[in-house]
């Protein structure tokens, strides 16, 4: 890709020395093994493009490392260009006054060519603010979809459910056949988060936390919400559903070994799947309830970059002409081909499927789909401080519900008093 003359303009105003003059960015992430790989065959690819900047990729660690990593290099003063940060921290780094540039101001103030509605349905919210201003940019994105072990739906006579009223009409059958019904990685992500999504329930107050930090409360002890988790329980009792504790791999392991009918987890895993799985599969949407209504399309996982304040303009206008960079569609197109995450924008996607990806990889297709479906009063996501944590007491209180210890409506009135209690913390705290 050439430098725009305005960039170039630019840089050399800035003071760069000679049309090659490099600024060097710096990204942190919070990815490792293959993904990891494909994040630094992302910045060469960048860095061949144009010679202006040299992008550099450090791995932090995990998720909520590179998280803490950035806010306390910021506050040091040493914060990178760009720092990744993932779903669960989104509240956290855009409520660190001061602390990020708003992507879409970013590439608008750069005379970048910006729009919201090129980017697919489902991805445009989740980090943007309540205006639909892009505060992230979008970049590993997911969706939490079911994936079917066909051969144990031929064995039992049954199609795969597109609703859990489906599902339980013929969990007895896979049960008969010999298989566990269903397994699901990660319930806060799956049966909290995208419950709410997928059945157009609202998630917290204040617009999802999305119109005011201050006096944001999470809404999970609703009827709704504590009727899937007693339909989760009865289900385990009858045999119908797995439970393996909070580790994801854990609860996919089974659908690898071929002993799970269904496995809900994320569209990124596909690829990885494909070379563990020891029975045929399809995916599908995930189900939701149609007593509940139509279905509504996700949330998304995974994580977003976020350009850091405090750097000198011209590592400023580098961090701009990667994003754009970012954007382009046969870059997404590598990135959503080489990782299975989704491709952000509509015109990536359509050009994988004009060069008939997704007919020789239609698993790769589902979760794109399921992000293009209706939106919702309550589709867009959720914006809500210390949300890791409120994760991981929604796990401890998941382990107590499937020992038997608590009744799913004592667990989730637990989730919401002492997330309750988080969201108001943060309301305190935010800088």
Same mark, same amino acid.
Request: net charge negative; proline share 4%.
């Given at each position: ?58 791995? &932090? ?57 090129? $980017? ?18 979008? $970049? ?16 039992? #006579? ?15 059958? @896979? ?14 992500? +799956? ?27 999470? @809404? ?36 690898? =070994? ?9 569209? *990124? ?5 494909? &070379? ?13 309830? +149609?007593? @509940? ?17 405090? &750097? ?42 004009? =060069? ?10 589902? #979760? ?7 939106? *919702? ?19 401890? =209180?998941?382990?107590?519900? $499937? ?19 988080? @969201? ?8």
């Amino acid at each position: 890709m050439l430098r725009t003359a305005s960039f170039v303009t630019m840089l050399t105003a800035l003071g760069a020395t000679t049309a090659l003059a490099q600024t060097d960015i710096t990204w942190w992430h919070g990815m490792g093994g293959r993904n990891g790989e494909v994040i630094n065959e992302v910045a060469q690819k960048f860095n061949a493009a144009q010679t202006a900047c040299h992008l550099t990729p450090l791995s &932090k660690g995990t998720y909520e490392e590179a998280l803490a990593a950035g806010i306390a290099a910021f506050r040091s003063g040493e914060q990178p260009d760009i720092l990744q940060v993932f779903d669960a921290g989104a509240a956290t780094i855009i409520a660190a006054k001061g602390a990020t540039v708003a992507a879409e101001d970013l590439l608008t103030q750069a005379g970048k060519p910006f729009d919201r509605n090129a $980017f697919i349905p489902g991805v445009r919210s989740f980090y943007a603010d309540a205006t639909g201003k892009f505060i992230g940019m979008p $970049f590993n994105s997911s969706a939490p979809i079911m994936y079917v072990n066909t051969e144990a739906l031929a064995k039992a #006579g049954v199609t795969a459910p597109k609703t859990w009223e489906e599902f339980e009409a013929i969990a007895p059958k @896979l049960k008969a056949a010999g298989y566990i019904p269903l397994t699901a990685s990660q319930l806060t992500w +799956q049966f909290v988060e995208n419950f709410k999504s997928r059945n157009n329930q609202q998630f917290a107050t204040n617009g999802n936390g999305y119109d005011a930090t201050e006096g944001t409360e999470i @809404l999970v002890d609703d009827a709704h919400t504590v009727m899937m988790f007693d339909k989760l329980k009865a289900w385990a009792d009858a045999g119908y559903f797995g439970f393996y504790g909070a580790g994801w791999a854990d609860n996919q392991k089974p659908f690898e =070994e071929g002993k799970a009918a269904l496995w809900i987890g994320s569209s *990124g895993s596909f690829g990885g799947l494909a &070379k563990t799985a020891t029975a045929p599969f399809s995916a599908d949407f995930l189900p939701y309830w +149609q007593a @509940l209504g139509e279905g509504k399309q996700s949330f998304i996982g995974g994580a977003a970059l976020f350009a850091m304040a405090g &750097k000198p303009a011209e590592n400023t206008a580098c961090t701009a002409e990667f994003f754009s960079f970012l954007t382009q569609p046969e870059v997404q197109k590598f990135y959503h081909q080489a990782t299975g995450y989704v491709p952000i924008t509509t015109a990536a996607y359509e050009l994988a499927k004009s =060069e008939g990806w997704y007919e020789s990889h239609p698993v790769a297709e589902v #979760g794109i789909k399921q992000l293009m479906l209706p939106a *919702g009063d309550w589709t867009r996501g959720y914006r809500m401080g210390f949300f890791p944590q409120i994760r991981s007491i929604e796990e401890r =209180e998941f382990n107590r519900i $499937f020992s038997g210890e608590v009744t799913p409506k004592e667990a989730l009135a637990t989730v919401q008093t002492e997330a309750n209690a988080l @969201l108001a913390k943060f309301a305190k705290t935010a800088n």
